[in-house]
Each structure stands twice: as C-alpha cells, then as structure tokens.
C-alpha cells in the first residue's frame, strides 16, 4: 500500500504544479498577482512568471518521475511554504497551497531512505 500511496501524492503533486505552471503561462494576469512585488525592479514581472512556469514544469516533471523522490518531494514542500509564507495576505485563496506542501512534506517522508 505504500507505493500506491506514494504514486497518488506524486500524481496530484505532479497535476498540480502542471496546472499551475501552464495556467500562468496562458493566463498570466491571474498569477502575477502572487509574485513578490519587488522582483519587478530587476525583471518584468511576467518574465518572472515565466521563469517561475518552468521551474514548476520541472518540479512536475522531477516529482512524477520517481526518482530521488525525496529530494524532488523536499523542493516541492520548500516551494508551497514559500508560496503561502509570501502571500499570507492572501491565505484564504493560499491555504490549499499549505495543505499541499503537507502532503510533499508527507512523500518526503515516505520516501526516505533509513
């Protein structure tokens, strides 16, 4: 049972940074509200958001490949935290990204090696 487990958090984990990172890309005025504010003195802050796309279609890629699970699982619980600790004022749309940090935080647990 628990490699079935450890399969359907990285499936969800992996769907999730996929959507993400697609949908900013389409439809970047619905995320771009969630960047730093201060990354746009250095980058416009779609290019940010592009860059940050792909760095979430790696992860995705990384998470649903199986390997080094716990490291890839690790990266993703840092990413979500990261998410939600930059936009609290925004918790009430960030909580399922905390949630979701829990739940890689739990394949990281899983998946480490004794």
Not at 12 to 19: D, E, P
Not at 21 to 43: K, M, R, T, Y
């Amino acid at each position: 049972m628990k490699k079935e487990a450890e399969i359907l958090l990285r499936l969800a984990l992996g769907f999730v940074f996929i959507y993400a990172a697609v949908s900013s890309i389409l439809n970047p005025s619905s995320w771009i509200g969630f960047l730093p504010s201060g990354l746009s003195a250095v980058w416009t802050a779609e290019n940010w958001l592009i860059l940050f796309s792909l760095c979430e279609m790696v992860l995705a890629v990384w998470i649903l490949s199986g390997w080094r699970v716990f490291w890839s699982s690790l990266t993703a619980t840092a990413v979500l935290f990261a998410i939600v600790l930059i936009n609290l004022a925004t918790f009430d749309i960030v909580f399922r990204d905390l949630a979701l940090g829990i739940a890689a935080m739990s394949l990281a647990a899983m998946s480490r090696e004794a």
